[in-house]
């Protein structure tokens, strides 16, 4: 199994920065692909962006393109998701979460993000 923790969450206005990580343990050998989603009040968690674990290729969802940035570091297996020019409707639940192959199968516990107007 791979465990996944999340942290860095927090409150920030409109416009601000803010880091999240997710450090993974385990069989991180196993790991393909580490993938960011976000879950808002009353909606279905949807996909961020995801990083492969050995090349560092990055993918990302549209409405972040441009503002959020995921990047590794290895010694440490550690992910993480910058995020800039934060906008109200960035707030959500955030969640690491690795695939070995095509599906995501092992989650972090999330961590939440508010962005103030």
């Known amino acids: 199994q791979v465990q996944l923790v999340e942290s860095g969450g927090g409150l920030v206005q409109a416009g601000g920065s803010l880091r999240l990580s997710c450090a993974a343990s385990?069989?991180?050998?196993?790991?393909?692909?580490m993938g960011w989603f976000r879950q808002a009040p009353g909606k279905e968690r949807v996909f961020v962006g995801s990083i492969s674990w050995s090349g560092g290729s990055t993918y990302y969802a549209d409405p972040v393109k441009g503002r959020f940035t995921i990047s590794r570091a290895n010694a440490k297996n550690t992910v993480y998701l910058q995020m800039s020019s934060l906008r109200p409707e960035d707030t959500a639940v955030y969640y690491c979460?690795?695939?070995?192959?095509?599906?995501?199968?092992?989650w972090g516990q999330g961590t939440q993000v508010t962005v103030s107007s």
């Open positions: 979460a690795t695939a070995s192959s095509s599906t995501y199968n092992y």
């Open positions: 385990g069989r991180t050998f196993s790991i393909n692909r």
